[in-house]
Structure formats: structure tokens, C-alpha cells
């Protein structure tokens, strides 16, 4: 008779518990996966509609500012925004508060009377003063401490002997070379100065018109106008050449038409934004100018004032927002 081998039982017995021991362990593997994916999908869900509380408190104290006060500006970052306020001893304040608490953080105080209010980055606030009718002063302070340049520096620029209407209207700036372009509004004509780093005030060589608004790149190559010329609104572009010179009575550029009936939107970057403007002077569609041509961004669905539209540092456009930030709208 043949023999035949008994195996232990007790080995069977234990293949099956590790089996079985394997399974649990991954069922328990796949729950506990599952279950950290449904609390990290609760977290960014939470997170989300935190930070969506947060923007529409931002929003809701921008509004409330720009209801109760001038001088209304947002941060490039969307962090923070400033409003201006008058004393009864006739100096001004530029204050600064944080969007989403609405808590106060700096505020720069015995100011002339501001004029112009707008950012230099995020951590200083361009103010324009007038000293006295004719004679305005560009002022800056800290962001974080309301130190004015008026008092840590030297001297600021000053525009004197201008008609008593004058008002400064417009400042744009290159971050690469620290170049400041004004645009004062006076006498019902325009004039657009240069700022050096020594603060040195030099006319900027311009071409015959009525200048409505700058913006100038960030390599401080070219300075782009919105102008008037015979009737026509144009968008010019003005550059600097190797006479130009911050040593020199004017500030000598070159100038190129960029489009004609057209409107500037602004520049980002060193991409310039316009828009086509019909026969009332509204825009119609915005487009960018990039190196293999101009480009369409936007067609509108009804024709809007320049002074409406904006444009993120992204490029995106948006029609009358609460604030055009670094931070999309």
C-alpha cells in the first residue's frame, strides 16, 4: 500500500491566518487612505472658504472706505488700502489699514493737502501735497511706520511756480532704476516731469498735446502716453536715447506713435495694454503689444471708460472692480 504524507495541520492553519491577516491589513491601509483623503479634502474645502470670508472682508471694507472717505487705494498685494482725512487745523493724514481686519497699521500725519495718494510696491505709499497753490511736493512714507521721506531724507521733489491749479495727476516709476515720472494737470494743459535718484526735477521732452495718463515699464525703458493730438486720442511711446541724461534742463526722449484712437489701459510688466476707443472716446476691446504683434485680450460687450478697466499682474481684465491688485479679481 502506498503511503501517504499527513502535512500539520497547524501549517494550513497558519498560511490562512496571514492571509487573512494580510487582507485586514490592507483593507485597514485602503480606510485609513481613504479616510486622510476626505479630511485633507475637508481642510482645503475649509481653507477655501476661509479665505473666501476673508476676500469678501476685504471687499466689504474697501467699499465701506470708499464710501466715507478720498484718497481710496489698494496695495499691489491687495493686503492693505489707504484713505486720507483732514483736521480741523487744516493738515491732512494718509492712513493705512489691513483689508481683512480693517485694523489700522501705520498713518502718516501733518501732511499739506494731499492731492494724489498711490503705491510704491507694498511697503511704501507715494503722497502728493500742496504746499501752497502752484507749489506741490511728492512725498513717500513707510508702510510700517508712517516715516515720511520728508523726514529721513535729504529733500523730496518739489514742483514750484506752477499755476495755482496745478495738481499732480498720475506717478509711474521703473523698479530697475528707480526713475519716477510725474504728470501735473495745470492751466488746462499738461507737463510731464522726470524725477532722478538725487531727486533732481527735470521736464520731460514731449510731443505736442494733452497728455491724460502715463505708465512706464518696469526696466524704465519706455514711458507710455495717452495723449490728445488734434482731436485724436493716441497712445505714444517715448524712449530714451544716449543724449538723454539726468544731468541735462530737460529730460530728452524720443517719441513713436503705438496706435492711434486708442486708450492706455497700463503696462505689466514691460507689456503695454491699450484699448481701442470709437468716436465717443470709449473703449471697445483691450489688447497687449508683444513682440510678434498686438493681441487681443478683450472684446468688450459695451464700450467703457479707460479710467473703468484694469488689468492684474497676470494680464486679466476687469471691468469696475473694487480694487486691481496683484491678486486676481
Known amino acids: 500500500m502506498g503511503q501517504v504524507e499527513l502535512r500539520p495541520r497547524g501549517k494550513r492553519v ?3 491566518f496571514l492571509a487573512l491577516a494580510a487582507l485586514c491589513t490592507a483593507l485597514e491601509t485602503l480606510f485609513y487612505d481613504h479616510l486622510n483623503h476626505l479630511l485633507v479634502s475637508q481642510q482645503a474645502a475649509s481653507q477655501r472658504e476661509i479665505e473666501a470670508a476673508m476676500h469678501r472682508r476685504a471687499q466689504a471694507e474697501l467699499l465701506q472706505l470708499k464710501r466715507e472717505y478720498t484718497g481710496v ?6 493686503q492693505y488700502a489707504t484713505y486720507v ?3 480741523s487745523t487744516g493738515w491732512d493724514a494718509v492712513h493705512v489699514v489691513q483689508l481683512d481686519t480693517g485694523a489700522q497699521v501705520s498713518e502718516a500725519t501733518h501732511l499739506y493737502p494731499v492731492q494724489y495718494v498711490d503705491w510704491l510696491g507694498n511697503s511704501e505709499v507715494f503722497v502728493g501735497e500742496e504746499r501752497s497753490p502752484g507749489n506741490l511736493e511728492l512725498n513717500t512714507f513707510y508702510v510700517s511706520n508712517g516715516l515720511q521721506a520728508d523726514e529721513t531724507a535729504a529733500s523730496v521733489p518739489v514742483f514750484s511756480n506752477l499755476s495755482p491749479d ?10 530697475a532704476t528707480n526713475d519716477i515720472f510725474v504728470l501735473i494737470e495745470a492751466d488746462g494743459s499738461s507737463v510731464v516731469y522726470h524725477v532722478g535718484t538725487m531727486e533732481t526735477i527735470q521736464p520731460v521732452t514731449v510731443p505736442p ?9 518696469e526696466t524704465g525703458d519706455n514711458l507710455y502716453l495717452e495723449i490728445n493730438q488734434g482731436g485724436e486720442w493716441n497712445v505714444v511711446r517715448l524712449y530714451q536715447t544716449s543724449q538723454t541724461s539726468s544731468y541735462t ?4 526722449m524720443n517719441w513713436q506713435l503705438v496706435k492711434s484712437n486708442a486708450a492706455l489701459i497700463g503696462v505689466v510688466g514691460n507689456t503695454l495694454y491699450y484699448g481701442t476707443v470709437n ?3 470709449l473703449v471697445t476691446a483691450v489688447y497687449r503689444q508683444t513682440a510678434s504683434g498686438d493681441e487681443l485680450v478683450r472684446q468688450l460687450a459695451q464700450p467703457a471708460l479707460a479710467s473703468d478697466i484694469a488689468v492684474s499682474s ?3 481684465i476687469a471691468l469696475n472692480p473694487p480694487a486691481m491688485t496683484n491678486v486676481e479679481v
Not at 498735446?209 to 515699464?217: D, F, L, Q, S
Not at 534742463?249 to 530728452?252: D, H, S
Open 166 to 175: 496745478a495738481r499732480i495727476v498720475k506717478v509711474t516709476y521703473s523698479t
Open 314 to 316: 497676470s494680464g486679466a
Open 14 to 16: 497558519g498560511r490562512r
Open 279 to 281: 468716436a465717443n472716446g
Open 73 to 78: 487705494t489698494v496695495s499691489p498685494n491687495g
Open 209 to 217: 498735446g494733452y497728455i491724460k495718463n502715463i505708465a512706464m515699464t
Open 249 to 252: 534742463p530737460q529730460f530728452e
Open 85 to 87: 482725512t483732514s483736521d
